[in-house]
């Protein structure tokens, strides 16, 4: 009685196994759209600060590698008229290492692509030097460690920061003054994964209020507040890039120029 049980357990099992199917889904796609990354950042401890920008097109939902935008034009120019040209040093990839840029001064980016004209501006956004980096444990387990850097905020105006900490992976913040105008004050990671003599980086950029509200928006879409069955559902995120030409062929991405400092720190 129980080989006969098991038998029926085993053929029903492969009956059922049988049974799937493979499934093609089948995804409407939409035409390419241009997608720009150009974050110029300007460090005031290096005395070169080459600056690139990336073109790529967005690809159907299973395609594995990302089409670059190939033979396009881009360029910056400022309020005085002068052009600075990114030459394309490999298939989407533009470079220029002759921008000196002024706090006094706006940049506006043109791109050339495929017989449109694609274009944005932004400031030039300073930031404050990062001071020291402070260390303990702490988190879930007790022995994450928990790092604060901290910098000095100016009390002039209303400052927005985009923060990086990287380990083998990289780790964001996007925070604005509100509450510590004029204070110094800190940011804070935690890291699971670091071990004693880890030579660490944290970063500070200064950003305008455009680009943090754009990020703002991207990390609600990416599901930090860990989803729902009530959860507002993504939408599309657009940048300040604006497609003179065809304003409903719009391009994805966003164009800034920060200022930025980079605190190195070997973790004790």
């Known amino acids: 009685m129980k080989l006969q049980k098991f038998l029926l357990a085993v053929l029903f099992s492969v009956g059922f196994l049988s049974c ?4 093609d889904v089948e995804l409407k796609e939409s035409a390419p759209r241009l997608v720009v990354e150009a974050s110029l950042l300007w460090d005031v401890d290096k005395e070169e ?4 920008i990336r073109l790529t097109t967005t690809a159907p939902f299973f395609e594995e590698n990302i089409p670059p935008a190939i033979d396009a034009t881009v360029s910056v120019m400022d309020d005085n008229g002068r052009e600075y040209v990114f030459e394309e040093m490999a298939d989407g990839i533009f470079r220029n290492d002759e921008i000196d840029p002024s706090l006094e001064l706006e940049y506006t980016l043109i791109i050339e692509y495929e017989g449109e004209t694609y274009s944005a501006t ?3 956004v300073p930031t404050p030097q ?9 988190g879930f387990s007790g022995d994450d460690y928990e790092f604060k850097v901290y910098y000095t905020d100016p009390a002039e105006m209303q400052n927005y920061y985009l923060f990086r900490y ?12 509100e509450f510590t105008n004029g204070n110094r004050t800190f940011a804070f990671f935690n890291d699971e994964d670091a071990s004693t003599g880890d030579i660490v980086a944290f970063e500070i950029q200064g950003i305008s209020r455009g680009f943090y509200e754009y990020m703002f928006i991207l990390r609600s879409q990416s599901g930090s507040s860990n989803g729902g069955p009530f959860q ?14 065809n304003p409903d062929n719009f ?5 800034r120029l920060s200022g930025t400092n980079m605190l190195p720190y070997v973790v004790q």
């Open 232 to 245: 507002t559902q993504p939408g599309i995120v657009r940048g300040n890039i604006v497609n003179i030409t």
């Open 251 to 255: 391009a994805f991405g966003y164009f």
């Open 49 to 52: 600060n080459t600056q690139f």
């Open 166 to 177: 990287v380990n083998d992976d990289v780790s964001l913040q996007i925070y604005d003054d």
């Open 122 to 124: 932004e400031p030039l």
């Open 130 to 138: 990062l001071d020291f980096v402070t260390q303990d444990r702490g």
């Open 20 to 23: 799937e199917d493979v499934v």
